[in-house]
C-alpha cells in the first residue's frame, strides 16, 4: 500500500491564515443532492424501522409464539456477521448512488412478496432475512454517496444532521409501525414498500450519478477484495484507531437503552418508564450532536474527540449510585449527549477511506459496530439475569469502560497525521500537488 503525503505548506502565502468559517446546517440544506439525499435516507430509515415493527407484529399474530416474533427482530442483525463485509467489496464496483437505488427497489420488492395472505412462517422468516441483507449494503452505499456529495467540515455537519434526522425517522417509524400493525399489519407493509419506492425515486432524480473509480478489468475475486478491506482497517492506524473508538463508544452508550426495560423494573415501575429511558437517551443524542457540529469550529472539535471519549465511561459509572428514577433519567441523558463526538469520528473515517474502498471497509466497520453493541447489551442483561442489581451491573460497565476507552484512544493520531491520511484518500482533483504526483497510477491502492 502506498503512502501518500500531503504537499509542503507554499513558503510565499500569508503569513496567518484566514478565520475559520463553521459550516451551517444552511449549507447542507442549501445543497439540493444533500437535501435530497437527507430526504431520501429518513424515508428509508423510517421504513426500515416501520418494517420491524410490523413483521414482528405479523409473525406474532400468525404465530402466537413470542420466541418467533423475537428472532424474526433479531434476524435484522444477523447479515451484519460476515455477509456485510463480503457485500461491501460488490458496493464497491458500482456506483454508490445506484447501488443505494438498488437496495431501496430490492426492499420494496421483497416488503410486497409479504403482502402475499397465508404466507407459511418459515417463508416469511426467509424473505425478513433477504430484507434485512440489504440494509448493510444500502448503509456502505450511502456512507460513500455522502462522502462524495459533501466535503470537507461541512461532511461533519451533513453526518450529524443525517443521524439526528435519522433517528427522528427511526422513532416515527417505530411509533408508526406500532400504530399501523394494530390496526393492520398487512397495511403497515403496504405503506413500507411505498417509502422504500420513494426514497428510490428521490435519489433517482436528484443525486448525482458518480461511475466507480474502480475499473472492471482490475476486479479480483470478492473474497479477496473484502479481505483487503479489512486489511487496510487493521493495518491504517487512521482508520483502526477511530472505529476501535466507535465501537468502544458504542458499545458503552448502547446499554441504558438496552437495559431499559429492566431498569423500568428494578424501579418498580412499568412500559412509560422504558419507554421515557430510551426517548430521552435518543433526544439527548440529537441535541448533541447537532449542538457540538454546528457550534464549536472544527478544529476545536478534533482536539476534544479524545477527552470526550471517557465522558460516556463516567457518566454510566454514576449509576452505581443506584439512583432514583429522575437521576435515572439524567444518565440517560448525559449518555446521549456523550455520543455528540459520533459525527466527527464518522467524518475522520469517511474522509480517510478513499472511493473504490468505502464500500468494504464502511461495511468491516458496521459489523464492528453491530458486534460491539450486541455483545455488551447481552452481557450486562446476562449479569443482571444472575441476580446483580441493573445499577450495579451498568456502573461496573462504566468502570470497565473508562479501561476500554483509555486502551482504544491511547494511539489516537496526531493532527497532521490525520490530515495526511485525508489527503491520501482525497480524488486526485482535491490532492495538493505533491500527493497527486505520488498517487499517480495507484487509483486502486489504499493508503497506508
Same mark, same amino acid.
Given at each position: 500500500?502506498?503512502?501518500?503525503?500531503?504537499?509542503?505548506?507554499?513558503?510565499?502565502?500569508?503569513?496567518?491564515?484566514?478565520?475559520?468559517?463553521?459550516?451551517? %446546517?444552511?449549507?447542507?440544506?442549501?445543497?439540493?443532492?444533500?437535501?435530497?439525499?437527507? *430526504?431520501? &435516507?429518513?424515508?428509508?430509515?423510517?421504513?426500515?424501522?416501520?418494517?420491524?415493527?410490523?413483521?414482528?407484529?405479523?409473525?406474532?399474530?400468525?404465530?402466537?409464539?413470542?420466541?418467533?416474533?423475537?428472532?424474526?427482530?433479531?434476524?435484522?442483525?444477523?447479515?451484519?456477521?460476515?455477509?456485510?463485509?463480503?457485500?461491501?467489496?460488490?458496493?464497491?464496483?458500482?456506483? &454508490?448512488?445506484?447501488?443505494?437505488?438498488?437496495?431501496?427497489?430490492?426492499?420494496?420488492?421483497?416488503?410486497?412478496?409479504?403482502?402475499?395472505?397465508?404466507?407459511?412462517?418459515?417463508?416469511?422468516? +426467509?424473505?425478513?432475512?433477504?430484507?434485512?441483507?440489504?440494509?448493510?449494503? &444500502?448503509?456502505?452505499?450511502?456512507?460513500?454517496?455522502?462522502?462524495?456529495?459533501?466535503?470537507?467540515?461541512?461532511?461533519?455537519?451533513? #453526518?450529524?444532521?443525517?443521524?439526528?434526522?435519522?433517528?427522528?425517522?427511526?422513532?416515527?417509524?417505530?411509533?408508526?409501525?406500532?400504530?399501523?400493525?394494530?390496526?393492520?399489519? &398487512?397495511?403497515?407493509?403496504?405503506?413500507?414498500?411505498?417509502?422504500?419506492?420513494?426514497?428510490?425515486?428521490?435519489? %433517482?432524480? %436528484?443525486?448525482?450519478?458518480?461511475?466507480?473509480?474502480?475499473?472492471?478489468?482490475?476486479?479480483?475475486?470478492?473474497?479477496?477484495?473484502?479481505?483487503? =478491506?479489512?486489511?487496510?482497517?487493521?493495518?491504517?492506524?487512521?482508520?483502526?484507531?477511530?472505529?476501535?473508538?466507535?465501537? $468502544?463508544?458504542?458499545?458503552? *452508550?448502547?446499554?441504558?437503552?438496552? !437495559?431499559?426495560?429492566?431498569?423500568?423494573?428494578?424501579?418498580?415501575?412499568?412500559?412509560?418508564?422504558?419507554?421515557?429511558?430510551?426517548?430521552?437517551? *435518543?433526544? @439527548?443524542?440529537?441535541?448533541?450532536?447537532?449542538?457540538?457540529?454546528?457550534?464549536?469550529?472544527?478544529?476545536?472539535?478534533?482536539?476534544? #474527540?479524545?477527552?470526550?471519549?471517557?465522558?460516556?465511561?463516567?457518566?454510566? *459509572?454514576?449509576?452505581?449510585?443506584?439512583?432514583?428514577?429522575?437521576?435515572?433519567?439524567?444518565?440517560?441523558?448525559?449518555?446521549?449527549?456523550?455520543? +455528540? #463526538?459520533?459525527?466527527?469520528?464518522?467524518?475522520?473515517?469517511?474522509?480517510?477511506?478513499?472511493?473504490?474502498?468505502?464500500?468494504?471497509?464502511?461495511?468491516?466497520?458496521?459489523? =464492528?459496530?453491530?458486534?460491539?453493541?450486541?455483545?455488551?447489551?447481552?452481557?450486562? =442483561? %446476562? !449479569?443482571?439475569?444472575?441476580?446483580?442489581?441493573?445499577?450495579?451491573?451498568? $456502573?461496573?460497565?462504566?468502570?470497565?469502560?473508562?479501561?476500554?476507552?483509555?486502551?482504544?484512544?491511547?494511539?489516537?493520531?496526531? @493532527?497532521?497525521?490525520?490530515?495526511?491520511?485525508?489527503?491520501?484518500?482525497?480524488?486526485?482533483?482535491?490532492?495538493?500537488?505533491?500527493?497527486?504526483?505520488?498517487?499517480?497510477?495507484?487509483?486502486?491502492?489504499?493508503?497506508?
Amino acid at each position: 500500500m502506498s503512502q501518500q503525503h500531503p504537499g509542503s505548506p507554499d513558503p510565499g502565502g500569508p503569513a496567518s491564515p484566514p478565520a475559520e468559517r463553521k459550516p451551517t %446546517f444552511g449549507d447542507v440544506f442549501g445543497n439540493r443532492e444533500a437535501a435530497s439525499f437527507l *430526504a431520501a &435516507y429518513c424515508l428509508s430509515s423510517a421504513g426500515a424501522m416501520l418494517n420491524r415493527v410490523a413483521v414482528t407484529f405479523l409473525v406474532w399474530s400468525n404465530t402466537g409464539s413470542s420466541a418467533l416474533a423475537a428472532a424474526s427482530f433479531a434476524i435484522s442483525f444477523a447479515p451484519y456477521l460476515g455477509l456485510a463485509q463480503v457485500l461491501g467489496a460488490i458496493v464497491d464496483r458500482y456506483s &454508490y448512488r445506484n447501488v443505494m437505488i438498488l437496495c431501496d427497489l430490492l426492499r420494496a420488492g421483497l416488503v410486497a412478496l409479504l403482502l402475499i395472505p397465508g404466507m407459511p412462517v418459515p417463508a416469511m422468516m +426467509a424473505v425478513v432475512f433477504a430484507i434485512a441483507a440489504v440494509q448493510p449494503a &444500502y448503509s456502505a452505499a450511502r456512507t460513500s454517496t455522502l462522502a462524495q456529495i459533501v466535503t470537507g467540515d461541512a461532511l461533519s455537519v451533513a #453526518i450529524a444532521l443525517n443521524l439526528s434526522a435519522a433517528g427522528v425517522a427511526q422513532i416515527i417509524g417505530y411509533l408508526a409501525g406500532g400504530l399501523l400493525a394494530a390496526i393492520d399489519p &398487512y397495511t403497515a407493509l403496504a405503506i413500507n414498500a411505498a417509502m422504500f419506492v420513494f426514497s428510490a425515486f428521490a435519489i %433517482f432524480v %436528484f443525486v448525482r450519478h458518480r461511475p466507480s473509480v474502480n475499473k472492471r478489468e482490475e476486479r479480483k475475486h470478492v473474497l479477496v477484495e473484502t479481505g483487503e =478491506g479489512l486489511k487496510t482497517l487493521r493495518d491504517n492506524r487512521v482508520l483502526r484507531t477511530v472505529s476501535f473508538s466507535i465501537w $468502544g463508544l458504542y458499545a458503552l *452508550a448502547a446499554v441504558p437503552e438496552g !437495559v431499559a426495560v429492566l431498569w423500568a423494573v428494578h424501579l418498580g415501575r412499568g412500559s412509560v418508564t422504558q419507554g421515557s429511558i430510551m426517548a430521552v437517551d *435518543a433526544a @439527548a443524542t440529537i441535541v448533541g450532536m447537532l449542538l457540538f457540529t454546528r457550534f464549536v469550529p472544527s478544529s476545536l472539535r478534533d482536539k476534544l #474527540i479524545r477527552p470526550l471519549a471517557f465522558a460516556a465511561p463516567l457518566v454510566l *459509572a454514576t449509576a452505581l449510585l443506584d439512583p432514583p428514577l429522575a437521576g435515572v433519567i439524567l444518565i440517560a441523558i448525559g449518555i446521549g449527549l456523550s455520543t +455528540a #463526538i459520533m459525527a466527527p469520528m464518522n467524518a475522520t473515517l469517511a474522509q480517510c477511506i478513499p472511493d473504490g474502498w468505502r464500500g468494504r471497509i464502511v461495511s468491516a466497520v458496521n459489523g =464492528g459496530l453491530q458486534l460491539s453493541q450486541g455483545v455488551a447489551i447481552a452481557a450486562v =442483561g %446476562f !449479569v443482571a439475569e444472575l441476580g446483580v442489581p441493573v445499577p450495579y451491573v451498568v $456502573g461496573v460497565w462504566g468502570l470497565l469502560g473508562l479501561g476500554i476507552m483509555a486502551l482504544v484512544t491511547r494511539n489516537w493520531p496526531s @493532527a497532521e497525521e490525520i490530515e495526511r491520511a485525508k489527503a491520501a484518500a482525497a480524488p486526485p482533483a482535491q490532492r495538493s500537488p505533491e500527493a497527486s504526483t505520488r498517487s499517480s497510477g495507484q487509483a486502486s491502492t489504499p493508503p497506508a
